[in-house]
């Protein structure tokens, strides 16, 4: 049976008022429809800036608004995937590598293009390589000194001369130490295996940690402040 009064205390229980009750329904609303309207709204956007350099390309009898009367927007993402394709189809033949190579040593002779050419180059393929490598494990390591922890993720072992010079006996490991909210960004250290604490949540849920700067943790929980000096007292005893 309920009471008007709270289970702990003894004081009477506050109710909600309309307004409270419209306000909680209004940021739940806002909540769920705030990242579907942002990301329809970012793929529309994208959509518009890839046809404003792609179309004008086209030629007038491909697009379907000379026919249609209508512009529609995407075609020039279409077109652009369509011919990216063909691209690497044909870059992967003798006659494209011939061609690459060709174009490449022509860029290589041009001072400032190919410094320009080869950073974009390893950039591109730094992004799109098609490799299965990719973080180990998450781990906890104390930076920037003894005593802060920081969560970091495990790249692969130290070798060639960095191995070399550092003098760890017992094995040097990479790790990528993100930063927050970006963890696109952040520093690369070698540190002695001894010195990396290895986690069990996976580097997606640890990434998700370092994104909401520790609000969301794994498995949906999510760490919520606790006020300075507020101690929850047990409910007391029916005497």
Known sequence: MTT???EDTDTPRKKRGIFSTWRGSFLTGLVVIAPIALTLWLIWTVAGWVDSWVLPFVPLWLRPDQYIGLNIRGIGVLVFLIFTMLVGWMAKGIIGKSMINWAEGLVQGLPVVRSVYNGLKQIAETVFAQSETSFDKACLVQYPRKGIWAIA????DAKGEIEEKIDVDDGKTAVFLPTTPNPTSGFLLFLPK????????SVE???KLVISAGLVYPNGAKALPTPIGEVRQPPARAS
């Open 4 to 6: 008007p009064f709270d």
């Open 205 to 207: 849920d640890a990434a």
């Open 153 to 156: 993720f495990i790249s692969t």
């Open 194 to 201: 001894e010195d990396v604490i290895e986690l069990d949540m």
